[in-house]
């Protein structure tokens, strides 16, 4: 489907997009990528909001928001163990993505906000109660807002404060779009009414702008890829179990202290692209992240999804996971029908692309214009 053009007078519509840029996340980076490639398919002119808060503006939101000191620790360790390892996530902000000025507070996002016609947070993590930022809710505008397919992460809400303090920020949208069925089921249990599930933007795009981003031959490989987010030292035992089962290679993407110290060959710097590519050209891929399991199945590569949680736990994000598979009608994601998977993909990228057609330009028709540049 392609767009509509749509314009105020005599220029298009401006859009700017709010969500996790900095965290040095190859998923995060590239759902951000795909949805500001989505939005200007429809004809707008979108770009993402840079914010980069300072140390003040991190602390002042861990103060007012409840979050727990421990996240920044959490944070400190992850960051620790990638040094080294992020150099070419600056140069994908760089050369593929629209960015505004940086934005370091509140205060430079109001002023940053003015210059839109409306704004839409999404996706990814940005909703979770684990860490809430209210930022990423767009509470420091007053235009019209659409929030397309956040993720909370969760199942159940354990905190009824932070319960409280998301009823309070979702006020006042245009259009709610969740990512996840256990999302929508917490939202309407909040406010009353249920919003709408659409995917997750990197199925917003076709297998082929993919694989152009990746560009180039794909270097097949006689391989095991292995991607984990989570520093549990039983996946290593699950990847030698599979490894002397199939007789295949493992090559690992390290993203943890226990990944750099696996005994298997490292793949060390890999840019959003290169992370793509290896992901295409695996034999199959082993993984905790919701992302890597989502382009595994894109891409058509078979993959093996780790649980990263219990079942039981409280903050348990495989819900995530379980959404996707369910959509893609995924039974075994070892063995799974790309046929049907290619299927499902053209079936959610049409309901996505049809609720951020519908959704902003309803926003936009409700807009005071933006400041001029």
Excluded at 22 to 44: E, M, P, T
Excluded at 51 to 61: G, I, L
Excluded at 103 to 132: E, K, M, N, V
Excluded at 252 to 264: H, N
């Amino acid at each position: 489907m392609i767009a509509n053009f749509r314009d105020r007078g005599e220029r298009m519509a401006r859009i700017g997009i709010m969500t996790f840029l900095h965290n040095d996340n190859y998923g995060s980076i590239l759902q951000a990528w795909a949805l500001q490639n989505a939005v200007r398919s429809l004809g707008y002119d979108a770009e993402h909001i840079d914010y980069v808060p300072s140390q003040t503006e991190k602390m002042k939101n861990l103060l007012c928001s409840g979050n727990s000191p421990r996240l920044i620790l959490d944070g400190m360790k992850k960051r620790s163990a990638a040094r080294g390892l992020n150099e070419g996530f600056d140069e994908f902000r760089q050369t593929q993505m629209i960015l505004s000025p940086v934005c370091r507070d509140q205060s430079a996002l109001a002023h940053q906000a003015l210059s839109y016609d409306a704004l839409i947070c999404g996706s990814d993590q940005i909703w979770s109660p684990t860490w809430l930022n209210p930022a990423y809710f767009l509470n420091f505008t007053k235009k019209p807002k659409v929030a397309y397919a956040p993720s909370l992460g969760v199942s159940t809400m354990t905190d009824s404060a932070k319960g409280r303090k998301i009823t309070a920020l979702i006020r006042g949208f245009a259009a709610i779009s969740v990512r996840e069925e256990e999302g929508a089921a917490l939202l309407k249990a909040l406010i009353g009414e249920k919003p709408a599930v659409m995917p997750d933007p990197v199925m917003l795009l076709p297998r082929e702008k993919w694989l152009e981003l990746i560009g180039g031959d794909i270097p097949m490989g006689n391989d095991i890829l292995c991607f984990f987010l989570a520093d549990n030292p039983a996946y290593w035992t699950q990847v030698e179990q599979i490894r002397q089962k199939t007789g295949l290679g493992v090559r690992v993407i390290p993203r943890t202290e226990s990944a750099l110290q696996s005994a298997y060959p490292l793949a060390k710097g890999v840019t959003p692209a290169q992370w793509l590519s290896l992901i295409a050209g695996a034999s199959m891929v082993l993984t905790d992240s919701f992302h890597a399991a989502a382009f595994s199945l894109l891409l058509h590569t078979p993959c093996t999804i780790l649980r990263r949680y219990r079942e039981d736990d409280p903050e348990s994000r495989n819900s995530r996971v379980d959404q996707l598979l369910r959509t893609l009608q995924v039974a075994d994601p070892t063995h799974p029908d790309f046929s049907v998977v290619d299927a499902q993909l053209a079936i959610q990228r049409q309901r996505g692309l049809n609720f951020l057609q519908s959704a902003i330009s309803q926003a936009v028709s409700q807009a005071t214009p933006a400041k001029a540049r």
